[in-house]
Each structure stands twice: as C-alpha cells, then as structure tokens.
C-alpha cells in the first residue's frame, strides 16, 4: 500500500488564476463557489473540458482551442445541456482569461453544470428543473504523469475495470460523471504502483487510460483504437494522427487485443494532460527497450515543436493570446473580431496567483 504522502500526491500546481470566467463575467476565485444540494454534486451532471496553453516567443498560446471548445457544446448537447453560450464566445472568454492570469503557460478548465436555483430548489434526479451554470477557469499546471515521464516513459498496468460501454455512459461525452469510471482505473493502478492503467472496452478490446488515450507502435505502424473503443475522441489523439500523417508515418485505427501491447516495439499515451507520454511496461511486461521509442520520439518532438510555435501545425492549432486584441481564436492574430464581453468587471483586475499549498508535489 501507498503512505498517505503518497497518496496525496498530484500534478504541482504553482500558481493558480485569480479569476474565473462565470456565464459572461469575471469573478474573483473566491466567489467561484456552488451549493452543497446543486444536482451536478449529487447526480455527476456536468461536462467539461481541458485545454493546455503553452508559453511560446510570442507569448502564451491556447492549443486548439476552437476544437476542444466545439467537443464541450457537443457534450452538453449529448446530456441537452441547454444553455445560451457560443463557441466564439467561449474561446474569446478563455483568451481573456489567461489573458488576465498572467500566465505564460496554464491548463484551461471550462465546466458546465446542472446547479441549484435557490429560489425554487429542485432535488431529484430530473435535471430539467436545475439552471445551468458554465465557469472557465486557469492554472499552471506540471507534468501530469509525472517530470520523468515524458522522456523516460510509464510502467502501466491493464485494469480491471472495463471502459464504459456506449449504451450506458457515452465515451465520446467529457462528463464528469465518466471520470468516476477513470477513477477507478486511476486508483487501482497507483495502489498496486503503477503510474496509470489502461481500460479494456466491454469485448475486451484496448480502450485507452483513465485520462489518455493510446498508440501501439509495431513495425513501423501506429494503430490507436477507434472511437467504437469506448474512446474519448481526442485532440491530442487527433494531433498525432494528422502529424503521423505529415511525418510519412504509416497510422491506423484499428481494434487491439490486449495481447498486442505486451508485443508492441512502442507504446505511448496521448491527451492533453499527459501531452505525449511513451509506456515502457504493461503488467510488468517491458514493452519494446522498455523506455521512449524512436518514433515515439519523433512524434512528440514534433508535437512539442508545435506547441512551442516552433514548427507550423498541419492547421490553425495555435490560438496566440497577446496577439492583436480582439483576434480571433485559431487563426494566429492575423484577423479582427469582437472583444470579450465583460460585465461586471472587478474595480482592479485581478492578476494575483493563489497558491494551492494544499497540493504538495
Ligand atoms: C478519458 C480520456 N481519454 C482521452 C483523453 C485525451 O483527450 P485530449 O487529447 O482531448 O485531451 C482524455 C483527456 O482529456 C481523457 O480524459
């Protein structure tokens, strides 16, 4: 078993935004709170997404953040979330944000929620009665599986516990009710001392991580499971792929068998936390030299290159915060477009950082 210590043990997080985007306004983090008896804390009824912003010589840039806004409408549209934002909306909103952090580089957090109208209070399982409520909020954040990871790679284990089928949690839905599924992964996998673990889907079929999804690397050929997978459709697995593409790598979607990781020459995760992780063992099975792979290597230069701005993306993928004000997002700076609506607005913008000392390294 794990000490306490370590079980406290999370990604650092150095320095948080002091505001929060709140349904059109900026608020102070301090008054980004919900009520106990909101429907989202006792019934899971929130999507959300998670975005990375990277620092880059021009100053900090969103990461597709247009395609990661678009997959949060669709998962509200999924649970018929139905709420007033739009997508230029929420990308303006974010840019702001960070805009306001100070941040040179920080994780993006939107999140929409069946909340509690006070007034009128609503407790079963029905959502329809409970108002929506949508928060954008910011921080810096490390690496997720860990400093090492990235270059050394993860030791990773096959959970026990199946990806949720696509009749009865959908997948492809960022909501926060699917992350108690990933939990489940994500704890037995640390409790029995592996980084992460990996879901089968219900025909025992690779899925992906508690919060990755996944690449085999075999004679030169990338395969990633499909979306049929019980997969998150994801933006950084999307990435890969289109630069696989670029890079004249051979890449597939492509049911696995389980069987197949032990026996693969790479593996590695994708996402946007764990960014590009390569796996050096599954179930104490070394996979390949047991460390990064070199077209795992190639992959994540390149995907590292890009999101410095240092290489061009294969599209519009980098949205540049200090750019012309009023830019709009994925096309680089280069176009106007409308400010962000700001109500409310605090007398002194807020562009402290709080320190999370209740989050030890
Ligand atoms: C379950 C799950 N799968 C895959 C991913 C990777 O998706 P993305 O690359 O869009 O971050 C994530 C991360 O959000 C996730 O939580």
Redesign the pocket.
């Known amino acids: 078993m794990f000490s306490n210590e370590d079980k406290k043990k999370d990604v650092a997080t150095p320095r948080i935004c002091d505001v929060v985007w709140h349904d059109g306004e900026f608020i102070a983090w301090n008054d980004a709170r919900v009520h106990v008896m909101s429907h989202v804390l006792h019934y899971g009824s929130s999507i959300f997404e ?1 975005i990375r912003c990277y620092a880059t010589k021009q100053g900090p840039a969103i990461f597709r953040l247009k395609e ?1 806004m678009q ?1 949060f409408l669709n998962s509200a549209k999924i649970y018929r979330m139905d709420h007033a934002h739009k997508l230029d909306e929420l990308c303006e909103a974010s840019v702001e944000l960070v805009r306001r952090s100070g941040l040179e580089q920080c994780y993006i957090r939107p999140i929409l929620f069946r909340s509690l109208d006070e007034a009128r209070p609503a407790f079963g399982v029905n959502p329809f009665p409970n108002p929506l409520a949508c928060y954008i909020g910011a921080w810096d954040w490390g690496k997720y599986l860990g400093d090492e990871a990235i270059e050394k790679g993860v030791d990773v284990c096959v959970s026990t516990w199946n990806r949720l089928t696509p009749n009865s949690m959908p ?1 492809m839905a ?1 909501s926060g009710a ?1 992350y108690m599924n ?1 939990q489940l992964i994500k704890m037995e996998a640390l409790l029995n001392g592996f980084a992460e673990g990996i879901a089968l889907d219900d025909r025992g079929y690779v899925s ?6 996944i690449f085999t690397v075999t004679n030169d050929t990338v395969l990633t499971p499909p979306l049929s997978s019980s ?2 459709a ?4 999307d990435s890969v792929i289109q630069i696989c593409q670029e890079l004249g790598i051979t890449v597939k979607e492509r049911s696995i068998q389980r069987a197949a990781l032990y026996v693969a020459d790479e593996l590695f995760f ?4 764990a960014e590009i992780t390569p796996i050096r063992s599954v179930d104490k099975i070394t996979v390949g030299a047991g460390g990064r792979g070199p077209i795992t290597e190639k992959i994540q230069k390149a995907f590292f290159e890009i999101t410095k701005g240092e290489r061009k993306a294969p599209g519009d993928w980098l949205t540049y915060v200090n750019a012309e004000k009023g830019a709009q997002p994925g096309n680089n700076g280069s176009e106007p477009a409308t400010n962000v609506s700001v109500r409310n607005e605090p007398a002194e913008p807020v562009m402290k950082f709080q320190t999370a000392a209740s989050v030890p390294d």
Request: proline fraction near 0%.
């Open positions: 998670g990661h997959r997948a960022k699917n990933s992906e991580g508690s919060g990755e999804n997969i998150l994801g933006i950084t697995r994708s996402g946007t936390a």
